[in-house]
C-alpha cells in the first residue's frame, strides 16, 4: 500500500500535468509512440549499416535521430511556458454538490426558525435568510443546482458535526425535493491530509453509484481558508470544480484551474 501510495505521488508531481486534459494525454500519448518508434529503429539500423551498407538502415538512422532531436528542442522550447489559469463562470447544474458545514454560533434561534417554516408559521416568500446565519451559503449553493442535484455530501469538523443533525432537517424543511444528504466528519478543518483523504474519498464513492467527476461540484465556501484552499487543490485533476457562494450579493461561480500556454 505504501509503495502504491509512493508511485501515485510520484506520477502526479512529474507527470499530472500533461494528464490534466483529455487532449493533452492523446498529445503525450502521440509523443510517447514516436519516441518508441525512434529508440526501436536505432538499433535495428546499426544491426544491418555497418556489416551489409543498406540504404533502408542509413534512413532509419537519420529519421530516428532527427525525430529525437526535434522532441528535444520541443520540449526545451515549450516546458517551461506552462502556466495555470482559472476560468470563472456560473457553474452548470450538478448532480452532487461537496460543501463545508460551519458550526452555528446560535443553534436553537436556527431550530425556531425550521419549527416556524413547518407549522406555517414562516414562510420562505418574503422570508430574511439571514436568519439561516451561516448556513445561509450552504443554502445558497443548494439551491442553485435545483431541480438537477441529487446528492449532499456535507463535510463536518468536531464542532459542526454534533449539528449536523439540524442541518439536515433544515434542507428537508426548505427543499422540495427529496435530497440525499449524508455526513463525512473530520476531526478539524485544518488537516489538509486529512481534508484530501476524505474528499478523494468522496469522490470514489459517488463514481461507484453512477455519478461521473463532471457531475459533482465542490463549495468551498464554508469552514476555514485551510480546507477552502485544500479542497480547491483537489480539483486540478481533470473534469474537478469548485464553486464559491458571494458574501456580497450570494452570486455562485465556479472556477476551473487548468493548465494552458500561451
Not at 442553485?144 to 439536515?168: A, C, D
Request: proline share 3%.
Amino acid at each position: 500500500m505504501r509503495l502504491k501510495s509512493s508511485f501515485k505521488r510520484a506520477f502526479y508531481s512529474q507527470f499530472g500535468v500533461f494528464f490534466s486534459d483529455k487532449g493533452t494525454a492523446l498529445a503525450v500519448f502521440l509523443i510517447l509512440i514516436l519516441v518508441s518508434i525512434s529508440l526501436s529503429w536505432i538499433p535495428d539500423a546499426l544491426s544491418t549499416f555497418l556489416p551489409s551498407g543498406k540504404e533502408g538502415s542509413l534512413l532509419m538512422l537519420g529519421t530516428s535521430f532527427l525525430i529525437l532531436l526535434g522532441l528535444y528542442f520541443f520540449a526545451v522550447r515549450y516546458a517551461s511556458e506552462v502556466e495555470f489559469d482559472v476560468f470563472e463562470a456560473p457553474p452548470d447544474k450538478k448532480r452532487a454538490l461537496i460543501l463545508f458545514l460551519s458550526d452555528l454560533r446560535n443553534e436553537e434561534s436556527v431550530k425556531k426558525v425550521i419549527e416556524n417554516l413547518k407549522t406555517g408559521k414562516a414562510s420562505l416568500k418574503n422570508f430574511d435568510l439571514n436568519r439561516f446565519e451561516r448556513w445561509r451559503m450552504p443554502y445558497e449553493a443548494i439551491s442553485y443546482h435545483l431541480p438537477k442535484l441529487e446528492n449532499v455530501v456535507v463535510i463536518t469538523s468536531n464542532r459542526s458535526s454534533p449539528q449536523f443533525s439540524t442541518f439536515k432537517e433544515l434542507v428537508r424543511t426548505v427543499f422540495p425535493k427529496d435530497l440525499n444528504v449524508e455526513e463525512r466528519k473530520l476531526k478539524s478543518f485544518e488537516s489538509v491530509k486529512e481534508i484530501f483523504k476524505e474528499i478523494d474519498s468522496i469522490y470514489k464513492d459517488l463514481k461507484n453509484r453512477g455519478i461521473k467527476e463532471r457531475d459533482v461540484i465542490i463549495d468551498v465556501t464554508g469552514g476555514q481558508k485551510t480546507n477552502s484552499i485544500a479542497a480547491a487543490f483537489m480539483t486540478l485533476y481533470y473534469d474537478r470544480e469548485f464553486q464559491y457562494v458571494s458574501t456580497q450579493n450570494y452570486e455562485v461561480k465556479s472556477y476551473d484551474v487548468r493548465p494552458v500556454r500561451d
